[in-house]
Structure formats: structure tokens, C-alpha cells
T-cell receptor, first 114, second 113 residues
Framework: AQTVTQSQPEMSVQEAETVTLSCTYD???????LFWYKQPPSRQMILVIR??????QNATENRFSVNFQKAAKSFSLKISDSQLGDTAMYFC???????????FGAGTILRVKS | KAGVTQTPRYLIKTRGQQVTLSCSPI?????VSWYQQTPGQGLQFLFE???????NKGNFPGRFSGRQFSNSRSEMNVSTLELGDSALYLC????????????FGPGTRLTVL
């Protein structure tokens, strides 16, 4: 069974600074997808970024980028130029290549301070 | 394009009752998945439907059931409610048949008294 581990329960960062959230996962499969989702206080789950395991290039979406290390089974999220609106719970998630069951980590609460 | 919608947004029930939650996916999406979110257990997969067929089921008791209609709308039902069923129930839809990003609705907050 796949597992996803987020070792940082809470983090804080000053506005405009950069922060990195960690995620490791365990799987025996070679092809899969990894995601970061954001859940602000409204509880709406928002997709931040996606990475296909067969792609070596790290995904980037504006201020959000990932560091995907397949051999180490590590998938960290870097947020540059942090904004107050980035304050949320961030979930790392795994999905098999053939399947629609997301496996989530426990989440990291990120607080952006002004 | 409208996002995933869930109704109702909030629900209060008492132990022993049953409840039905509804989810309308993004237009064109045929896969609908349900998740339960609680402070203690985090986000857990309940089940997934694709083209009116349940394809995957999580480790939940039989009191939790669901179905999908021909227009891809989905419902989940919880019978004989227990206090521990209090949670945020999230529905997600996906365009691709499998293994791709899912888009979530706003959730239904169920409180069991």
C-alpha cells in the first residue's frame, strides 16, 4: 500500500520570503502522479501543482515549484515570494497510474506573516 | 465552466439516522470520488465511481454507500449514523479515466449529535 508522509505539522514564513514544504512517499510502482493541494480556511481543496513520475523535469506553476527526487521518493514544494493568501493547509498526495484513489499526507499548516 | 458542486453544505443529524449527500461533477467529468476528512484520521478515500460503476472502495463499513447516475452526478449515503461519522465529506471529479488530477467541491460538513 502507498503511504505519504509530511513531517512538518506547521510552518511559518514572512511575506515575500521563500518556504519549502517536505513530503516523502512509499510505493513499489514505477509510474504514478504526485500532487500538492492547498486547503485554505474556507476548506475548499485547490490543486496547486502536479508531477508525473515519468517526467524528470520538475513541475512549476508561477510561484510554486517542486523538487521531485524519484529515487529518494521525495516531493517537496517550494513557494517563492510568499503571500498572505498562501496561508493554508497543504497536502501532498499520491495517485497510482491506473486508479483514481488519492492517498494524502497528514498535511502541513503554513502561516504567512506580514 | 462550473466547478464541482456539493449539496447540502451543512447538515446536522442525530445518531441512528441516515443521510444522503449529493455531488455534481464538472461538466464532462465521468469519474467521481468521495473522501472523508476528520481531524483525527485526515483525508480518507471512501469510493470512486466511473460511468455509474463503483471502481474502488476504501476501508469503510457497509453503512457507507454510494451511486452514480447517467449524468455523472453522484450521491453517497450513510445509514445508522454514529458520532464518529461527523466529518467534512469531499467530492472530487476527474476528466481522465484514471490516474490524473482531481478537482474538489466545497464539501458537506456533517455533524452527528
Amino acid at each position: 500500500a502507498q503511504t505519504v508522509t509530511q513531517s512538518q505539522p506547521e510552518m511559518s514564513v514572512q511575506e515575500a520570503e521563500t518556504v519549502t514544504l517536505s513530503c516523502t512517499y512509499d510505493t513499489s510502482e514505477n509510474n504514478y502522479y504526485l500532487f500538492w493541494y492547498k486547503q485554505p480556511p474556507s476548506r475548499q481543496m485547490i490543486l496547486v501543482i502536479r508531477q508525473e513520475a515519468y517526467k524528470q523535469q520538475n513541475a512549476t506553476e508561477n510561484r510554486f515549484s517542486v523538487n521531485f527526487q524519484k529515487a529518494a521518493k521525495s516531493f517537496s514544494l517550494k513557494i517563492s515570494d510568499s503571500q498572505l493568501g498562501d496561508t493554508a493547509m497543504y497536502f501532498c498526495a499520491f495517485i497510482r497510474q491506473y486508479g483514481n484513489k488519492l492517498v494524502f499526507g497528514a498535511g502541513t499548516i503554513l502561516r504567512v506573516k506580514s | 465552466k462550473a466547478g464541482v458542486t456539493q449539496t447540502p453544505r451543512y447538515l446536522i443529524k442525530t445518531r441512528g439516522q441516515q443521510v444522503t449527500l449529493s455531488c455534481s461533477p464538472i461538466s464532462g467529468h465521468r469519474s467521481v470520488s468521495w473522501y472523508q476528512q476528520t481531524p483525527g484520521q485526515g483525508l480518507q478515500f471512501l469510493f470512486e465511481y466511473f460511468s455509474e460503476t463503483q471502481r474502488n472502495k476504501g476501508n469503510f463499513p457497509g453503512r457507507f454507500s454510494g451511486r452514480q447516475f447517467s449524468n455523472s452526478r453522484s450521491e453517497m449515503n450513510v445509514s445508522t449514523l454514529e458520532l464518529g461519522d461527523s466529518a467534512l465529506y469531499l467530492c472530487a471529479s476527474s476528466l481522465a479515466e484514471q490516474g490524473r488530477e482531481q478537482f474538489f467541491g466545497p464539501g458537506t460538513r456533517l455533524t452527528v449529535l
